[in-house]
């Protein structure tokens, strides 16, 4: 019989924070590492819930030099976008790509990262939780 994990969820609010900054402190909690009891090989993490993700900042030059690429797998399908493109249109996966290399890359990633819930604005349906700030 399994044992039932109860999931705490916190709350990110992504307003004026640094990218990398903040996807370091959710993948830790999405790994689980905040708790006492982290065990590498079991999945004990939390639920994080990131709200004005259209706000999200970048050091430096970083704002007009960061591409994002991936390749379609067909001959010269490399596709590249730059942070100020991605944010305008689909500013939740720049968050997401941020945690998602930041997790280890094993078989508990894909299970992590759908405990990631991310919105662009303030608003997000996910009142009735008890939801602690980050």
């Not at 999405?30 to 050091?59: C, F, R, S, W």
């Not at 604005?121 to 939801?131: D, T, V």
């Amino acid at each position: 019989m399994r044992k039932q994990i109860n999931r705490k969820w916190y709350l990110a609010d992504a307003r004026n924070r640094v990218l990398g900054r903040l996807a370091t402190e959710i993948a830790k909690i999405l790994q689980g590492k905040n708790l006492a009891n982290y065990e590498p090989h079991k999945d004990m993490g939390q639920v994080v819930v990131v709200i004005n993700a259209k706000d999200v900042k970048l050091t430096g030059k970083k704002a007009t030099q960061k591409e994002y690429r991936h390749h379609t797998g067909y001959l010269g399908g490399l596709k590249t976008e730059t942070f100020q493109e991605l944010i305008k249109t689909k500013p939740e996966e720049v968050i997401k790509r941020a945690v998602w290399n930041m997790l280890p890359k094993n078989k508990l990633r894909k299970k992590r990262i759908l405990r990631l819930k991310i919105y662009a604005g303030s608003e997000h349906p996910h009142q009735a939780q008890k939801l602690e700030e980050i």
